[in-house]
């Protein structure tokens, strides 16, 4: 293979050769989806094998640079549950470790030539964690202990294994590794190793004080002229020689997922957080590489300045330190992606800051809310970091949890720059940081609520209005508060209105409101749990009549359709406006929508079925409106769709007109750029002969090179007219067609 290491991690599947890596694949390459549980290089066939949480195999060729996809096990019915552990290799077969059994492939046809679900006295569909055979000897590690066949033998027969569990002497829980060294056999679970010793288990002498070890196999490196024992626990990596010496070597770091031992005499080792470390002689001092992009595969408060993206990673906790440490926030600009987080800034690190997953920017500064830690300000043109919580600042939490943890769950800058936040079900859970500030300002609850609202997430309008997203203390929607804080150093100048599901308080279709977006019409869109609804005049929504509150739920333009409601039980989870006034929709498990400037129509829909989407679970959508990228957040990581409205240009003189020429058998589209905020474009013949009229909003539009009635045109030079909305400006440019 090149002396080629292959990873796969929750971004993919990753080549580093040569101090580098030299490729990454996912979904969008080909790639089944992002989370590989395991993976194994298959000489034979040049390939490498990976397996995923469902019991899906991906092939990838590395000579023909593909994909294919071997779906067997995750087409089982009788079991539920179906992740690949373990692959291993043995006699032209590849034997596969899953959660109800053993699944033999052959090599040469990658058909199924046999399978186990029960293993010997085992109950049938016992999940089996590890895989090792040794000469013709099969041994299992499973949630039951372990197991041990002759593959001569028929192992369909349950005399035909031994078995092994507690009562036999095994360490309690899963045994998750097992191998054979120096005639023993081995086994690890997370509390304790022991060996087979005359039929009986003990502790084994030289692992005594470890627990929760990988055994990776017997290796011949140069770090040692002994055959030794490679394996490794999270922040140890193990060598043990044929006389039961242990060397130990420690990388000083934490989340240690792999390891192998390679001919060059150098140790590498695979990190939860750090990526692929590499050390020299087996000593303790390790390079670090990973590949450019966020060290997560979490996204959540993803807003864009000038083209710079920010944006935090997740409120939920993974249970792990060492995972959780990482959760801080990106900063990804014309250098790439900049991680900032407790492992990589000392400031994060002294205040324990983690979980950001709101964000807000004003001229001078990014602004990142976290769950419990506060508020991080972010200088733009020096990096310096700032971190406001309950220790040095006016922020405070729930006083019926812990007022000392702000979870900041909102996080808006208004039109003046002054930055507001909101603080989960806080006593005072508003506040406003005034700019060159740095104190923050609060604000208790509103009089137009009561004592079972709860304040949860917050949107700023252009007309500086709060809408503040409401619910009880169990997390029941409440509606929203519309407020109205004038000046925000006179707090008693607040006045405010909630709006409800009921008719005459708000309209919105359900009283769980989960995003909150203002279009460019000044529109205010409100997403809940089950539809949507927009504000035409919100400027009008606390002062107006009960008419002029209430929200219009988004109408069907098809006449046909069942319902005269569009999208009206979708559980919306995100929302976002692109350049040409259309809406990005996300849902919490059906993936996204793009609908048009009303809200009447679906122009697009993107599921994980039939797009590169990662997961139909989405997290969170926002637009770079210079480049027209989509920025998709999943359960499952960060898509990024190429849409075709952009920023509107500042001069409409010369158009850009691609491709040019245009082929009927080669592309799809034409793309029309520099165009103002609202242009009519007219397509000319030569000859001044009208051939197509395209309405458009934003920088970008496209047509089909059809004619008005739908029909391709002849070959030949095409004049491109397009006059803005006023009448004041023109932009002009030519394509060629070839028909």
Not at 532 to 538: G, K, L, S, V
């Amino acid at each position: 293979m090149d002396n080629t290491i292959w990873g796969v991690s929750n971004g993919g599947l990753f080549a580093f050769q040569d101090q580098e890596f030299i490729h990454t694949f996912t979904p969008v390459d080909g790639m089944y989806r992002l989370d590989g549980s395991t993976l194994i290089y298959i000489e034979e066939i040049n390939s490498i094998a990976i397996g995923y949480i469902d019991g899906m195999i991906d092939l990838y060729n590395i000579e023909e640079d593909g994909f294919d996809r071997v779906e067997d096990i995750s087409r089982v019915q009788a079991f539920t549950s179906k992740q690949i552990n373990d692959f291993e290799l043995h006699d032209g077969s590849l034997y596969i470790a899953t959660e109800f059994g053993i699944v033999v492939y052959d090599i040469d046809t990658f058909l199924v030539s046999n399978s186990y679900t029960k293993i010997g006295r085992f109950d049938r569909g016992t999940p089996v964690f590890d895989i090792h055979i040794d000469n013709e000897i099969i041994i299992t590690g499973t949630q039951q202990g372990v197991a041990v066949g002759n593959l001569n033998d028929n192992l369909d027969i349950e005399a035909s294994w031994a078995n092994y569990d507690e009562s036999s002497g095994l360490p309690s829980g899963n045994i998750e590794s097992v191998t054979v060294f120096n005639d023993q056999v081995l086994a690890s679970s997370s509390s304790s190793v022991v060996a087979l010793t005359n039929g009986a288990w003990q502790e084994y002498s030289p692992l005594s004080n470890y627990s929760g070890v990988t055994f990776k196999g017997i290796t011949n490196g140069n770090i040692t002229d002994d055959r030794v024992l490679l394996s490794f626990t999270s922040n140890r990596v193990l060598l043990i020689d044929q006389n039961d010496n242990l060397t130990i070597i420690n990388p000083g770091i934490p989340g240690i997922s792999d390891v192998v031992i390679e001919d060059q005499n150098s140790i590498s080792i695979a990190t939860i957080t750090s990526g692929l470390g590499r050390s020299e002689g087996g000593s303790n001092e390790f390079t670090y590489f990973a590949p450019s992009g966020p060290n997560l595969n979490f996204f959540q408060g993803i807003s864009f300045s000038d083209g710079t993206l920010i944006s935090g990673t997740t409120p939920l906790s993974q249970r792990n330190s060492i995972i959780d440490n990482r959760k801080g926030y990106y900063i990804r600009d014309e250098s790439g992606w900049r991680n900032f987080n407790r492992s990589t800034n000392e400031v994060l690190d002294q205040f324990q800051f983690i979980q950001a997953f709101t964000s807000t920017f004003t001229d001078n500064y990014y602004y990142f809310g976290s769950w419990g830690r506060g508020i991080a300000r972010h200088d733009r043109e020096t990096d310096q970091i700032d971190v406001f919580n309950s220790s040095n600042s006016s922020l405070r939490g729930w006083a019926a949890d812990d007022p000392n943890f702000p979870v900041i769950s909102g996080l808006e800058t208004d039109s003046d720059g002054a930055v507001w936040a909101t603080s989960r079900y806080a006593t005072n859970p508003l506040y406003v940081q005034l700019p060159g500030e740095n104190e923050w300002i609060n604000y208790g609850k509103s009089s137009a609520v009561s004592q079972n609202d709860e304040y949860l997430y917050l949107f700023v309008d252009s007309f500086n209005q709060k809408w503040i997203t409401l619910q009880t203390a169990g997390g029941t929607g409440r509606g929203v508060l519309v407020l109205n804080t004038g000046d925000p150093s006179i707090i008693e100048e607040s006045t405010g209105v909630k709006l409800t599901e009921d008719q005459g308080s708000g309209n919105l279709p359900d009283a769980s409101v989960t995003a909150i977006i203002e279009d460019k019409e000044g529109e205010v869109w409100i997403g809940t749990e089950r539809g949507i609804a927009r504000f035409i005049f919100p400027q009008f929504v606390i002062t107006g009549s009960a008419e002029e509150r209430r929200a219009q739920w988004l109408i069907n333009e098809d006449p046909d359709a069942v319902s005269p409601f569009l999208l009206r039980d979708i559980n919306v989870t995100a929302m976002a406006v692109n350049s040409a006034n259309q809406k990005w929709i996300g849902t919490a498990a059906e993936g996204v929508w793009l609908l048009n400037e009303t809200g009447g129509a679906i122009i697009k829909r993107f599921t994980s079925e039939n797009s590169p989407l990662f997961s139909d679970a989405i997290r969170d959508i926002s637009v770079n409106e210079e480049t027209g990228e989509v920025y998709i957040s999943t359960d499952a990581g960060l898509n990024v769709y190429q849409d075709v409205p952009i920023a509107p240009s500042s001069s409409m003189d010369k158009l850009k007109v691609y491709p040019n020429p245009f082929l009927y058998e080669s592309h799809d589209k034409i793309l029309i750029e520099n165009l103002s905020e609202i242009t009519t474009i007219r397509i000319l013949g030569v000859d001044g002969t009208l051939i197509r009229t395209i309405p458009s909003r934003g920088g970008r539009a496209e047509w089909n090179g059809l004619d008005a009635s739908g029909r391709q045109i002849g070959s030949g030079i095409y004049i491109v007219v397009a006059l803005d909305s006023d009448g004041n400006e023109r932009g002009f440019g030519k394509v060629a067609i070839i028909r």
